[in-house]
Structures are given as C-alpha cells and as structure tokens.
C-alpha cells in the first residue's frame, strides 16, 4: 500500500487514452440545456475549444469535436453552443514519448505506452484536474489512475494538500458553467439572444437549427475575448 501523502504523477498517459471512461460533469444553471451529442469523450469549454481549435490547426491536425450542449436562442432559432467533446479515446494531442519509461502498474490498462502532451501548458481545465474527476455534486476520484489503484488513502480529507493543482483546477472547472452562464446573462442584457426558458416542443426541431459558438457570440458583440474568458475560467 502507498501512503497518499502527496500524489505525483508519473507521466504514464493512461488517462490522455481514456477520457470517455470517466467524463467530468458539467451543468449551466441556465434555462434547458440541450444535449447535443451522446458521445463520451474530454469535455471542452467553449474558450478550450476555441485554443485547442488553432493548436490543432498549428499542428495539421484534425481533431474529432463535437458540440456537447448548447442552449436554444429561440427568436433567431439557432444554438448557443457552451460545449463540446473531443470524440476519441486517444487524445491526438499526445505525443509518443519512447523514452518515457511508463509506470510500473500501468500495464493493468494495456496502455504502457508513456506519452507526453503535446500542448503542456494550453491543456484543458479537465486535463489539469486529473486524477481528481469534477462532478455536478462534488469531485470524485480516478477509477483508472494506476497510481491510485494501491494507495491506501486515496480519498484524504485534504484533496488540496494532495493533490495540489490538480484539486484547483478541478474547482475551476466546477465552476466554470457559472462563467457560461453571467456570459448568457450579459448578453441577453444586450439584446444579443434570448435564451428560451422553455424547451417543451422545440427540443427536437431545435437540434436542426444552426449552432453558434458562446465565444464567437461574446466576440461579434464586442464583449470578453475566449482568452479573457479561459483566464477567469483557471482563476476561478
Ligand atoms: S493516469 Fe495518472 S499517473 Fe498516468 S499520466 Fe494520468 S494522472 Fe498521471
Ligand atoms: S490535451 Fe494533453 S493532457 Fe489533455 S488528454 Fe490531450 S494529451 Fe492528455
């Protein structure tokens, strides 16, 4: 058994290949929010996409994104995106690292590959809190960390101690949707949407209806940038 003193990550890239396994929750408190899409995968804040969007282009890459949740912007009949999913079960950000020698219980997931993240510093918010698992009702732990799997107090009453950063970002990401949603407020204030507080009959219909980005619709009129917007997110 591990004494859970202090977790410390050995690089091993399991979870940058498994991230539909356990999807961190996010809920906007904001009229309905409809589900866009069913596919698991690492969630992406609107401000996340928008980076790992031109990452992915820098790189040649072509990422399989989809658009998550949105809200209905009823008199323009379109879709205010919040959200989206990067649909695959390896991340196409991680690079092979064939040097890395992996963990030594990494095995137990048939990913003893090593791997380092090719966008280190721009990772998301949900990249940022592994191994801790933010939830609508708390945060939870990795069931497929391999450097959880032994230790002997894994759930410690100090996630903060523990796992340092890791417990931050899972709080910022908590409380992201809240960002989303004064974002909707702001601009409804501005005349900009009208977000239906009522789904009932359009839920279905509305899937057709053209999507825009939260962030693009923040830029058009003049409001906080994505990057603005993805700071305030990592302080909150
Ligand atoms: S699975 Fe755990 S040990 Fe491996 S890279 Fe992710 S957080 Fe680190
Ligand atoms: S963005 Fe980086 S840390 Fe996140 S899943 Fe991809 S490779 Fe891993």
Request: charged letters at 25%; proline letters at 8%.
């Amino acid at each position: 058994m591990l004494p859970m003193a202090q977790f410390t990550c050995t690089g091993c890239g399991d979870c940058c290949r498994g991230f539909a396994r356990e999807a961190p929750e996010w809920e906007p408190e904001t009229g309905p929010v409809l589900r866009l899409s069913s596919e698991p995968g690492l969630p992406l804040l609107s401000w996340e996409w928008q980076r790992l969007r031109r990452l992915a282009q820098q790189r040649g890459i072509a990422p399989d994104v989809q658009a998550f949740d949105g809200v209905l912007d009823e008199p323009a009949r379109r879709i205010v995106v919040l959200s989206y999913r990067l649909a695959a079960l390896e991340c196409p950000f991680l690079e092979a690292k064939p040097d890395l020698e992996p963990g030594p219980r990494s095995t137990q997931w048939g990913f003893a590959r090593g791997g380092v993240c090719g966008i280190y510093e721009h990772r998301p918010l949900a990249c940022r809190a592994y191994p801790l698992v933010p939830l609508r009702n708390g945060i939870a732990l990795s069931l497929h960390c391999p450097e959880l799997l032994d230790a002997d107090d894994a759930r410690p009453a100090e996630l903060d101690r523990v796992y340092g950063d890791s417990a931050a970002s899972a709080q910022a990401f908590r409380a992201a949707p809240n960002i989303a949603v004064r974002m909707l407020h702001a601009l409804e204030a501005r005349g900009a949407v009208r977000i239906a507080r009522e789904a009932g009959p359009l839920r279905d219909a509305a899937r057709a209806w053209p999507r825009v980005d939260l962030c693009d619709l923040s830029a058009e009129h003049g409001m906080e940038t994505w990057e603005e917007l993805e700071l305030r997110a990592r302080r909150a």
